[in-house]
């Protein structure tokens, strides 16, 4: 299993303690509601309080084929809410491809 990525920019220690429910669940027990085929591996977005609503909406828009505004103001939501959210899953190149788009900007992912 592969940790988390983060290029996070934010000053002090990492926020992502902050969201309670992370350390309950593991990334298998949080409900799907991303695109993808489900083949193969998972995308994860892990919060981060460095970057906006629409910075991670924007993202996921880019990133995530058949992704569509309201699934990703709701996975946004989920993500702040529940410290975490499945976005992708698809076979492990395209989830690699993803997780590049959106690490890319200093979200925090985990592929597995």
């Not at 303690?17 to 990334?27: G, S």
């Not at 509601?33 to 828009?61: A, P, W």
């Not at 699934?71 to 702040?80: D, K, P, Q």
């Amino acid at each position: 299993m592969m940790p988390p990525v983060s290029t996070c920019q934010h000053a002090g220690p990492p926020l992502l303690a902050q969201a309670t429910p992370v350390e309950q669940l593991a990334p298998e027990e949080v409900e799907d509601l991303g695109t993808g085929r489900g083949e193969g591996s998972k995308v994860f977005l892990f919060n981060c309080e460095c970057h906006s609503f629409e910075d991670v909406i924007t993202q996921l828009l880019k990133a995530v084929p058949g992704m569509t505004r309201p699934l990703a103001e709701e996975l946004a939501w989920r993500v702040h809410t529940q410290g975490m959210a499945e976005v992708y899953r698809g076979s492990p190149a395209e989830c690699d491809r993803v997780a590049k788009v959106l690490g890319g900007t200093g979200l925090i992912v985990q592929v597995l």
